[in-house]
């Protein structure tokens, strides 16, 4: 258990409202991620979270942005939701063994969006 | 470009027997691959990982493979059980990117 927390853990939304998930840690780990999973795409990267206001994009982030003002939480918001945005959320955090260079992640148990 | 292939959606196997996915990936600059564990309704949970410098991990009933030249690795699962059918992920990074990349996943079955 990596102490990591989403929520809600569902939700149910229309097209065109803005929707926010959460991703709450209790060990301080600096690193965060949130992704998507879909049928036959896999885990693919939304954004991620280097630091405390650093954040960076990944392979799928176009209508999505994300914050962190502390630590512990990374948000991310759906600005204007659309029926493509229909996904399981995952958030993650990074682990690093061996010298700092190889990093495990932990995940989060999922938000389950739908939107309509 | 899908850097990090399954090119198996799924996968039925009988109890006892052994499971074995696969996972193919094109970017040479990978050096650390991790295999990752889903139920339905939970989130992904770390199963086993390799380095580069190593072509065996072992751990359990699971043994993962790495064939460098092929840009291959392999998941054994001996003996196979029925809590192991779930979907498995392969992921590969680069040393230092703090950044994994995701196959599409195997859903492994095991029939009793």
């Known amino acids: 258990d990596a102490g990591i927390t989403q929520s809600p853990r569902h939700k149910v939304t229309e097209t065109g409202t803005p929707v926010t998930l959460r991703c709450h840690q209790t060990?301080?780990?600096?690193?965060m991620y949130w992704y998507r999973q879909d049928p036959g795409h896999g885990l693919r990267l939304i954004h991620y979270?280097?630091?405390?206001?650093?954040?960076d994009k990944g392979e799928v982030s176009d209508g999505y942005s994300v914050s962190r003002s502390k630590t512990e939480d990374f948000l991310l918001t759906l600005e204007s939701a659309t029926s493509s945005q229909t996904s399981v959320y995952f958030c993650?955090?990074?682990?690093?063994?061996?010298?700092?260079?190889?990093?495990?992640?932990?995940f989060g148990p999922g938000t389950r969006l739908l939107v309509l | 470009d899908q850097q990090v292939k399954q090119n198996s959606p799924s996968l039925s196997v009988q109890e006892g027997r052994i499971s074995i996915l696969n996972c193919d990936y094109t970017?040479?600059?990978?050096?650390?691959f991790l295999w990752y564990k889903k139920y339905p309704a939970e989130g992904p949970t770390f199963l086993i990982s390799?380095?580069?410098?190593?072509d065996k991990n072992e751990d359990g009933r699971f043994t993962v493979f790495l064939n460098k030249s092929a840009k291959h690795l392999s998941l054994h699962i001996v003996p196979s059980q029925p809590g192991d059918s779930a979907v498995y992920f392969c992921?590969?990074?680069?040393?230092?990117?703090?950044?994994?990349?995701f196959g599409q996943g195997t859903r492994l079955t095991i029939n009793p």
């Open positions: 390799i380095s580069s410098i190593k």
């Open positions: 060990e301080n780990h600096r690193y």
């Open positions: 993650a955090i990074s682990v690093s063994w061996t010298s700092g260079w190889q990093e495990t992640q932990y």
């Open positions: 979270s280097y630091g405390v206001k650093d954040t």
């Open positions: 970017n040479s600059m990978f050096d650390y």
């Open positions: 992921a590969a990074s680069v040393a230092g990117a703090q950044k994994l990349v």
